[in-house]
């Protein structure tokens, strides 16, 4: 089991900065792969950064340049750096923990914070 609380969003203007934070319940490096996606009204739950236990990471293509997820293993927290942020970034930004055990995986999902960039 793994506990995910999600803090940071708000209300932005366009070309602003936000940083979200993830605060996990057990170590960040026990589990498999931390990431962040994000999610508005009638629209799948898309995937934003992700950062596996070894320090691997992997953006979506329209995040790339400027998100940046980084992690401090002493806090158990995940972060996400939002830079450069646009009207479309506005959505429900959702921490996710990935584990996997032998040969079943488990998804660990926050409550979601709000993101609002205004134009």
């Known amino acids: 089991q793994v506990q995910l609380v999600e803090s940071g969003g708000g209300l932005v203007q366009a070309g602003g900065s936000l940083r979200l934070s993830c605060a996990a319940s057990r170590s960040i490096f026990s589990i498999n792969v931390m990431g962040w996606y994000r999610q508005v009204p009638g629209k799948q739950r898309e995937l934003v950064a992700s950062?596996?236990?070894?320090?691997?990471?992997n953006y979506a293509d329209s995040m790339k340049g400027r998100f940046t997820i980084s992690r401090d293993g002493a806090k158990n927290t995940v972060y996400l750096q939002m830079n450069s942020l646009k009207p479309e970034d506005t959505a429900v930004y959702y921490c996710?923990?990935?584990?996997?055990?032998?040969?079943?995986?488990?998804?660990?999902w926050g409550q979601g914070t709000q993101v609002t960039v205004s134009s």
């Open positions: 996710n923990a990935h584990t996997i055990q032998y040969t079943l995986a488990y998804d660990y």
């Open positions: 950062i596996t236990s070894g320090g691997i990471r």
